[in-house]
């Protein structure tokens, strides 16, 4: 475990210089929790630690920072790499509190599958996601027949640093994401949908984190994608940090401007699992979230979608033109992955806000700056 201020600085140079591309706006390396010496849960992530971990799966990303009131974006999450519309993918769908405004939600729990990609972005720009989801769609090569497509689109509110109102986002900014999707270390914090979002009051943002099961368990990978902007008294891998930093719900000045919010909380798995299993893998990202020290306030939206990549249960344009047959994990062993989907999320959560930098905006004429979680006075807690 990483203790001392002057170890934490050298590991982090060397870490960086090796592995990781991703450097905050500020040209300040910020940590994952791992890089912090602390390993959320008892199961080992998998070799990027991400979404990506799971084959096929694929992340693009478009982050809008344009003057002083302009901090938000896309992020868009490919199931794989084929025609999304002719081979679509299981899915399940669970809401721990409804206040959200999440576009393709009914067809997914009426018919328990995705055909797009999965686009976040911010609450008044789901209309744009839709569209740039269509145009994508409908310009494919084979899909001059398509005359209807279920986009799926969430969000999160980012009007505490973003001019919501202005509606910046575009259809050409969500096709853009699609189309530089691609598999790899995913970018973490103020970056994507996460540009202008805030968690705990602190800055929040784009996290993920993957778990991979032992072979004796099916050697099955869960990953997660969050997008994080909820409140709630911050707790990161059981230590509390919320309350000695002196921020959390219930105390006046973010119980006025920060304690509501939501969450998009997005699971790939490789296990091949029936829509129905899919979303009870979705129930399970909840633990993880709960962990943290989530509110779940009246005012959040907190969303978990599960998608399965795995050949077997996917639904090519052969099986849904008559019976087949399709591999189905047992309930008898979805345990272990409940296990993985809620350390993955927990984990995501933590690295969403640990990779995000202070942001300073100016909405309605006042600035406005969210601090970043202070990574040496976190690290201290978390040492002790």
Same mark, same amino acid.
């Given at each position: ?9 050298? !590991? ?16 300040? *390396? ?31 990303? *478009?982050?809008?920072? =344009?003057?002083?009131?302009?901090? /938000?974006?896309?992020?868009?999450? &490919? ?7 002719? @081979? ?10 409804? !206040? ?17 990609? #999965? ?13 740039? #989801?269509? @145009? ?10 398509? =005359? ?14 973003? @001019? ?32 202008? +979002? ?21 050697? !099955? /990978? *869960? ?6 902007? !909820? ?13 000695? &930093?002196?921020?959390?719900?219930? =105390? ?12 998009? #909380? *997005? ?49 090519? &344009?052969? =099986? ?38 202070? /942001? ?8 406005? +700056? ?6 040496? /006075? ?7």
């Amino acid at each position: 475990m990483i203790r001392s201020p002057l170890m934490w600085s050298a !590991f982090v140079v060397a870490t960086v210089l090796a592995t990781s591309p991703v450097v905050a706006q500020t040209g300040e *390396v910020r940590p994952t929790i791992r890089d912090l010496g602390r390993t959320p849960g008892v199961l080992s992530p998998g070799p990027l630690n991400a979404i990506t971990d799971v084959a096929g799966v694929r992340v693009g990303q *478009v982050t809008l920072r =344009r003057g002083d009131s302009i901090r /938000t974006g896309v992020t868009a999450i &490919l199931p794989h790499g084929g025609d999304l519309f002719r @081979d679509k993918v299981p899915a399940g769908l669970s809401v721990a509190n409804g !206040f959200g405004k999440l576009a393709g939600a009914t067809q997914v729990k009426e018919l328990g599958e995705i055909e797009t990609p #999965i686009v976040l972005t911010n609450t008044l720009s789901v209309a744009r996601g839709i569209e740039g #989801i269509l @145009d994508w769609t409908l310009k494919q090569p084979g899909h001059e027949d398509i =005359r209807s497509v279920n986009a799926v689109v969430g969000e999160t509110n980012d009007g505490g640093l973003n @001019d919501i109102r202005a509606r910046v986002v575009t259809a050409a900014d969500v096709v853009r994401a699609i189309e530089t999707a691609s598999g790899g270390p995913v970018e973490q914090g103020a970056v994507g949908a996460g540009t202008g +979002t805030i968690a705990f009051g602190f800055k929040g943002g784009i996290g993920t984190s993957s778990r991979q099961l032992p072979s004796a368990l099916g050697g !099955f /990978t *869960v990953g997660v994608l969050v997008q994080s902007n !909820f409140g709630g008294v911050l707790s990161m891998d059981g230590t509390p940090v919320g309350v000695p &930093l002196g921020r959390y719900f219930l =105390r006046q000045e973010v119980e006025a401007e920060r304690a509501d919010g939501s969450i998009m #909380i *997005v699971v790939a798995t490789d296990a091949p699992l029936s829509d129905r299993n899919l979303e009870r893998l979705a129930d399970r990202a909840f633990a993880g979230l709960a962990r943290t020290g989530a509110a779940f306030s009246n005012g959040s939206g907190d969303y978990a979608i599960a998608f399965s990549t795995a050949e077997g249960v996917r639904r090519t &344009l052969e =099986r849904r033109g008559g019976q087949a047959t399709v591999v189905d994990w047992p309930n008898d062993r979805m345990s272990p992955l409940f296990v993985a989907v809620a350390e993955a999320t927990e984990e995501a959560i933590l690295n969403s806000l640990l990779k995000a930098e202070t /942001t300073t905006s100016v909405i309605d004429g006042k600035p406005v +700056t969210v601090e970043a979680l202070d990574v040496e /006075t976190v690290s201290g807690l978390l040492s002790r």
